[in-house]
């Protein structure tokens, strides 16, 4: 039988400080990442619950330069249509935002959902077929937490037109995205929100629990 592992208070202190600086990383530095490192940040995010047991995820590397840059131009597009949204200024705002490190990031990381497993034979997903999605962003929370113990920053781009990324990286057909991911070494260092930083949004302390 394995040995249940004790966590104390020092531990809970410092797992404390990871949740709080995990930020989303928009600023890289060039430094490369090692495919040990990568591949080792997947594996644990691959620990991840998943409803059934179904493990949907799948990590797909995105190395190609060619894909890269069209996964840019996808980016360059879909961002003017955002700030089309906005006026006045809340628009010169938003200009003035660094919404992506796709140009700087070391490593580039495109999470999908395999909508079509038969892991888990549909265990969990007849009322809430959902969940086999939901698994998978949990997936890439528990990649950002290892990812920010290892010193790595990662950066969630969802400026993005979720069909065209599919389209440029030959996904299977019964494949969902659910996230393009920027990694690499943070360029700075920052225990508040960018957002907040930058003036967008405004923290607000709200009631989280109902009772």
């Known amino acids: 039988m394995d040995t249940v592992p ?3 208070d020092l531990f809970i202190s410092h797992f404390a400080d990871l949740v709080r600086w995990r930020r989303d990383v928009r600023r890289f530095r060039r430094e490369p990442i090692s495919s040990e490192l990568l591949e080792t940040i997947i ?12 493990q949907p995820w799948r990590f797909v590397c995105v190395r190609n330069p060619n894909l890269r840059s069209a996964v840019r131009n996808n980016f360059l597009a879909c961002n003017v249509a955002a700030l089309e949204s906005y006026e006045d200024e809340r628009a010169a705002h938003y200009a003035k935002l660094k919404l992506a490190g796709l140009d700087e990031a070391p ?3 495109a999470v999908f959902c395999d909508m079509e497993t038969q892991v888990g034979h549909g265990l969990g997903r007849q009322t809430m077929p959902e969940m086999l999605e939901y698994s998978a962003v949990i997936s890439v ?4 937490l290892v990812a920010r113990a290892y010193g790595l920053g990662v950066g969630w781009v969802s400026i993005l037109e979720p069909a065209e990324i599919k389209k440029i990286l030959g996904a299977p057909s019964g494949w969902k995205l659910i996230a393009y991911l920027c990694i690499g070494y943070p360029e700075e260092e920052h225990l508040d929100p960018e957002l907040s930083r930058n003036a967008w949004e405004r923290y607000r302390k709200q009631e989280i629990l109902i009772r």
Do not use: C, I, R
Request: glycine share 4%; no cysteine.
């Open 141 to 144: 929370h528990t990649l950002w």
């Open 43 to 54: 594996n644990f995010a691959s620990l991840s619950p998943s409803v059934g047991y179904s």
């Open 107 to 109: 490593e580039h990381l």
């Open 6 to 8: 004790k966590f104390d």
